[in-house]
C-alpha cells in the first residue's frame, strides 16, 4: 500500500532554513497531487504547497517567495525547501499525495493518503 515517510524537521532560529523529506513507496504512478500541509497546536489544517502530476506548483499565501516545493519522481521523494522561517511557521508539517488531480491541490479533504508528520519549531 502506499506509505510516505516524512523527515527534516527540526528546531531552527527566525530566519533559518529547514528542508523537509518525503519518501513515497508503494506505488509506481505519478500521482495527481503531491502536497504538504501544516497544522499548529488549536488550528486547522492547512495547505503550505503543492506540486501537480505536469509540474504545477501553487502555495499558500503566507509562504510565496520563502517556500519551494519540488520532486524526484525518479526516487519517489518530494522536497520542501524552507527559507527565511518565522515563529508562525511552526507547526506538524505533513505530506499528502492523491492519485487524481482535480479540484484544488491544497484542500486537505480531497486527500486520501497522509504520512505520520515532521515537527518545525521556529524560535524569535
Known amino acids: 500500500q502506499v506509505q510516505l515517510v516524512e523527515s527534516g524537521g527540526g528546531s531552527v532560529q527566525s530566519g533559518g532554513s529547514l528542508r523537509l523529506s518525503c519518501a513515497g513507496s508503494g506505488y509506481t504512478y505519478i500521482m495527481g497531487c503531491m502536497s504538504w500541509f501544516r497544522q499548529a497546536p488549536g488550528k486547522e489544517r492547512e495547505g503550505v504547497a503543492a506540486i501537480d502530476s505536469v509540474g504545477g506548483t501553487s502555495y499558500a499565501d503566507s509562504v510565496k517567495g520563502r517556500f519551494t516545493i519540488s520532486q524526484d519522481n525518479a526516487k519517489n521523494t518530494l522536497y520542501l525547501q524552507m527559507n527565511s522561517l518565522k515563529p508562525e511557521d511552526t507547526a506538524m508539517y505533513y505530506c499528502?499525495?492523491?492519485?487524481?488531480?482535480?479540484?484544488?491541490?491544497?484542500?486537505?479533504?480531497?486527500?486520501?493518503?497522509w504520512g505520520q508528520g515532521t515537527q518545525v519549531t521556529v524560535s524569535s
Open positions: 499528502a499525495a492523491r492519485r487524481d488531480s482535480g479540484g484544488d491541490c491544497l484542500t486537505a479533504l480531497l486527500f486520501a493518503y
